[in-house]
């Protein structure tokens, strides 16, 4: 018997490990999948005590109508784009600048600066201070604080996502753009960007899922000043228009996650691609 035959796996164990693994993923994702929608196509007679039962009648359709007009979807999918979109850009900008920096020169001032960088993803924020202080700036319930506030909670992610991968950039490109006259705003933007762009990508839909699905903070920033699509579905649901209207609440919910569910399906490959990178490099 060869050495391959015998490290190789048992037959039963190479056909129960996928099999094991597809089941696994079918109960943890597939079910409570499959459990919000077919509450959402239900009446709400059948949806007031959700369970896995077919629709006696399917009218997702028709909820879904009735969750955009009832619900005041389309403020609130506004009013979502309209903090998510600066502050996304805005830490991405200043997160992968930092991190060039960061990635490219050491001591151990620096080291401090970059361990005080990510610090913001394990500690999490004081929210009465950021209150209190977004009070004394004037911003508290605006779209500019809460765009700040979600700026600062988010830079560490970028900061550290983008550092490690710096880091596996051969400087030699940097060297021969200053050497051709490049500034360092040149170098960035035309060398290191462009190939930033497949983990900063990552980051953006991380950062995405994270901003469009907030309802803590943005409750005590700016609740009953701008709506979010979450917050308006926590005040409309408190308010007695969805009160045990789980049909309704679903057909929310699935909405809700439409625009970052087609942005990853698009997106995969980069996403992908930007995980698994500074591995490979």
Not at 132 to 139: D, E, F, K, N
Request: charged share 10%; proline share 6%.
């Amino acid at each position: 018997m060869t050495t391959t035959a015998l490290n190789r796996p048992p037959l039963v164990r190479r056909i129960l490990q996928p099999v094991g693994a597809v089941v696994a993923a079918v109960v943890l994702l597939g079910l409570p999948f499959y459990l919000v929608v077919v509450t959402a196509s239900k009446n709400q007679e059948e949806a007031f005590s959700p369970d896995l039962s077919l629709p006696g009648q399917f009218q997702l359709f028709e909820n879904f109508g009735t969750v955009f007009t009832d619900g005041r979807m389309l403020p609130a999918f506004l009013g979502s784009l309209l903090v998510m979109v600066p502050a996304v850009l805005g830490v991405l900008i200043l997160g992968s600048m930092a991190a060039w920096i960061l990635g490219r020169r050491g001591g151990k001032g620096l080291a401090v600066l970059y361990a005080l960088a990510i610090s913001g993803i394990i500690l999490p924020p004081a929210v009465v201070t950021v209150v209190l202080l977004l009070r004394q700036l004037g911003l508290a319930g605006t779209a500019v604080g809460m765009i700040g506030v979600y700026m600062g909670m988010y830079l560490s992610t970028v900061i550290f996502f983008v550092t490690g991968f710096v880091r596996t950039i051969p400087p030699e490109l940097e060297e021969a753009a200053r050497v051709d006259g490049a500034s360092p705003v040149r170098v960035f933007v035309k060398i290191i960007l462009p190939l930033l762009m497949p983990v900063l990508a990552t980051a953006t839909i991380l950062i995405c899922l994270y901003i469009w699905n907030d309802v803590f903070y943005a409750l005590f920033v700016v609740g009953g000043r701008l709506d979010t699509l979450p917050l308006n579905l926590f005040q409309v649901a408190s308010a007695g228009l969805y009160l045990q209207n789980w049909h309704l609440i679903f057909a929310y919910i699935i909405l809700m996650s439409l625009p970052l569910l087609i942005t990853f399906i698009v997106a995969q490959r980069k996403i992908i691609s930007g995980i698994t990178s500074g591995a490979v490099k």
